[in-house]
Nanobody, 124 residues
């Protein structure tokens, strides 16, 4: 069973940067297609970014395009999300997710494994 653990969240000011990490264990990391999602209070879980097995194909949600960068290090079994130019509306719990098969990058239903989430709070 794959386990995903996020880290790197915190409280920052608008315009700042943060890098989230997601460490995987219990499975073959290089076999996982990976994504980042976020959920703000009272809102549905929102797609943030996706990366394929080799890391050469990425997809971003419209609200983060040009500001966030997803990457992975298969040798370290770790997924990253570099977040720049943060805005108050980026405040949410951020989750990493993995799946073994094909599916829509932005569909929560297509992911088999989820982390517990890390809180990101951006103050204005």
């Amino acid at each position: 069973q794959v386990q995903l653990v996020e880290s790197g969240g915190g409280l920052v000011q608008a315009g700042s940067s943060l890098r989230l990490s997601c460490a995987a264990s219990g499975g073959t990391f290089s076999s996982l297609r990976l994504g980042w999602f976020r959920q703000a209070p009272g809102k549905d879980r929102e797609f943030v970014a996706y990366i394929n097995l080799s890391g050469d194909n990425t997809v971003y949600g419209n609200s983060v395009k040009g500001r966030f960068t997803i990457s992975r290090d298969n040798a370290k079994n770790t997924l990253y999300l570099q977040m720049d130019s943060l805005k108050p509306e980026d405040t949410a719990v951020y989750y990493c997710a993995g799946r073994l098969g094909y599916g829509m990058p932005d569909s929560t239903k297509d992911y088999n494994f989820w982390g517990q989430g890390t809180q990101v709070t951006v103050s204005s």
